[in-house]
């Protein structure tokens, strides 16, 4: 018995690929590639000077920068007005297409359904702006509609299958015979969705809801072709004007925008961790 | 005397699957239950016991055949619409609930007042003893108390008939001993009847009114706890209740009050009535402590060889191959009156109550 426990560990061991020489080195060198310019740039946010690369003192002064410049202001606002309608509307749908696919029997078809719902994973996202751009042109030279309904339909669509995950798996971790409980104690299939499902299935929507908000707040692609005249989010805006000048206002606004992604992520993590 | 009938199944059948894949889980099912009466299911796994259970708690609709509770059909119902409530085999408690929340679901979703959900509850939680856990969340109780509050949780709404599905299975031996009691004790006390489902006969035998034996989708008898144990219809039930020894005969006459049948040793024994063709080959069945070993060869109704005496404290257990090469086991009380010195090697006779003795079909 001993022994046979011994081998796998053993084999384990001699042929770890950890223990490889040079592993170390490769894992290192990614995580430097990935993460200092990240920190490079978060740290050059607190540059009091206007130089991007010459360190002259701590400051908040390019924060204070952005805060005050009426475009970003506006950039920001349409960016969470944008990301929360996206975020709502894709965890409803999300929300429908999980309970679709995993509470009903197996139907023909189903597979295509979770294929397609996850389509926008697949596809290169310049595919699916090109495409929206030309439909939505069409559509906007049709009817003269130029307003941000076609920035929200298109973030609420490329979000759908970030909200669909966690909620999908959650719904997959549920015991389907509480359901069953519910219907034999008298709950109608709504009341059993509103008094069961749905309060068990909360930590997954939020989740989804949260990861759908970040996905849209970060999105440049799929906006930059959809966006009428002077529709700028956040990433656009900053898009624009890192092709004149870069100042250090940039860092304050990307560094500000990856601190509440971060935010966000943690707290997904957390209630999806609680709730297990 | 008989109470009414409170659930009646009606030659039900329920077929899984389609084409070449199709598998009959019940076939041919009728049985009435009565009220207030403690009616077991009790087979093997996968004989279709929950799959009955399934159809009556409306989870399943039957491929034919009907299902009427007092007198009115049900089939069609969807589950909750029928007065019928189940214990499941793995609880399958409302984890975002507390115990009390759990035990007023039922009533909460048929809309009762408030003040009367709290009292049925308080009566409920008293009932099966958890008054102090009230405001517990059901995954920090014990299994044992988890069980308590599935079982409250369905008596609350005060069902028509309530389905157990195997819900002692989870617990430990004296744990389960205790329940036992204390669910017969609640069906007596609330006055509901229960529909419970086991693959233990020895459970079946003590708490049961009345049994169902079930095998391949099948009810094969239908009885008290003594019927089917001292008068199995079938092979099965016999093998499956208890330890019993199967004896070649073959039947000479049969009529209402009983039959008689020759054994392999010439004799000719009484049994108890049987459906069998006078001048057919026949199985009859007899326990193992329902033979009495004697001496007198002539006066014997069968004789063997002892080939292995094994002692278990209270009893011991004689094996003894019979001249026709049958071989049969005999039980013999070590406190009671009759002998018990046979040694291996010796030649005994195996002596019969006419009562005892019953044919069974395969
Ligand atoms: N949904 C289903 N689809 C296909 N076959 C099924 C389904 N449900 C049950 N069966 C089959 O029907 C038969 C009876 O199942 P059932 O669950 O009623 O058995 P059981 O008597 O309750 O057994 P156990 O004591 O193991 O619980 C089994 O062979 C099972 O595989
Ligand atoms: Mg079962």
Redesign the pocket.
Known sequence: MANLHAAPVNKGKLFSIYKLPGFTFIAVACFLMLYAPILILVGYSFNSGSSLALWEGLSLRWYFAAWENETVQGATLLSLVIALQAALYSTVLATMAALGTTRTRPFRGQTAIYTMINQPLMVPEIVTAVALLIVFATIKQATGYQGLGFLVIAHTAFCIPFAYLPIRARLEDMDTSLETAAADLYATPWRSFRRVTLPLLWPGILAGAMLAFVISLDDVVITEFVKSAGQDTLPTYMLGQLRRVITPEMNAIASALLAVSVLLVSLIFLINRKKT | MADPVAISVNQVSKK??HGKDA?F?LEQVSVDIRENEFFTLL??????????L?LIAGFEHPTTGHIQLRGEEISHLPPFKRPVNTVF?NYALFPHLTVAENIGFGLEMQDKPAAEIDSTVAEMLQLVQMESLRDRRTDQISGGQQQRVALARALAPHPRVLLL??PLSALDYKLRKGMQIELKRMQLETGITFIF?T?DQEEALTMSDRIAV?NK?RILQIGSPTDIYDRPSHRFVADFIGDTNFLDGELIEANSEGAVVRLSSGKTVKTGPTDAAANTPVSITVRPEQAVLIEDLDAADLQGTVTNVMYSGTDSHFHIELTSKEEFVAKVQNAGPARRDWQTGQTVGIKFHSHVLQVVSD
């Open positions: 899984f699957g598998f889980a087979g093997p796994s996968g004989c279709g016991k929950t799959t009955l399934r085999q599905d195997e489902v693959h079930m989708g």
